[in-house]
């Protein structure tokens, strides 16, 4: 069963603009991840926060945590074409418990 | 520096045949996982190796599913008997440490075996 409830399922924005997307999970957690899968080039890890973290930061990526609420999202700022591909959070206890995903389309 | 590979990539099988699917993960990695991706959804643990030994095996959907690691390194995912709810894309992961090892969380993913079952 899936850990991880993103939202919204699918976003299509223009190139430039910033997407942002949501992720909800049941249990406490040790870690969270966001991974990037698109056809050329598989599961990404893109990145990490611990569970007494409450944003990190990555190049254009930015994420933040609320372990009160379980959820985290995730933000992409200045869009490229690209950043096309879904997007999946990921819950971690030695082995990663995926969401479904949320599909990003970057509109050139 | 090669990453993790799986092979084949693509897999048009019969119902009631049997299936190998091959993982090689990166060099030296303790950690090997396999992932079960349906279409449409986000990948589902199958089962997890720690060198040679299968530590975990609560994901495999039934017994018709086998995995294998015999020298620590190079991983097979056996479907025998395969049904059209097997089709879906088996992923495999790796990692430099042990489960325990609770700061080497990264897993390197290969690219995946799509099989689809008719």
């Known amino acids: 069963s899936q850990q991880g409830e993103e939202d919204p399922q699918a976003l299509s924005i223009q190139e430039g603009e910033n997407a942002t997307m949501n992720c909800s999970y049941k249990t406490s957690i040790n870690n969270l991840q966001w991974y990037r899968q698109n056809s050329g080039r598989g599961l990404v890890h893109l990145i990490l926060i611990r569970s007494n973290e409450r944003e990190k930061h990555s190049g254009r990526l930015r994420v933040t945590l609320d372990t009160s609420k379980k959820s985290s999202s995730l933000l992409i700022t200045a869009s490229r074409a690209a950043d096309t591909a879904s997007y999946f959070c990921a819950t971690y206890d030695y082995k990663l418990s995926f969401g479904a995903g949320t599909t990003v389309t970057v509109r050139a | 520096g090669a990453g993790v590979s799986q092979s084949p990539r693509y897999k048009v099988a019969k119902r009631g045949q049997d299936v190998a699917l091959r993982c090689d993960p990166i060099s030296g990695h303790v950690s090997l996982f396999w992932y079960q991706q349906a279409l449409g959804q986000g990948p589902e643990f199958l089962t997890y190796?720690?060198?040679?030994?299968?530590?975990?095996k609560s994901g495999l959907p039934s017994d018709r599913f086998f995995a294998e690691r015999p020298e620590g390194s190079v991983s097979t995912l056996k479907i025998q008997r395969t049904q059209q709810e097997d089709s879906a894309v088996y992923l495999c992961a790796s990692s430099l440490a042990e489960r325990s090892d609770s700061y080497q969380e990264t897993q390197y993913f290969g690219p995946g075996t799509r099989l689809l079952v008719l």
């Open positions: 190796f720690q060198n040679e030994a299968q530590l975990d």
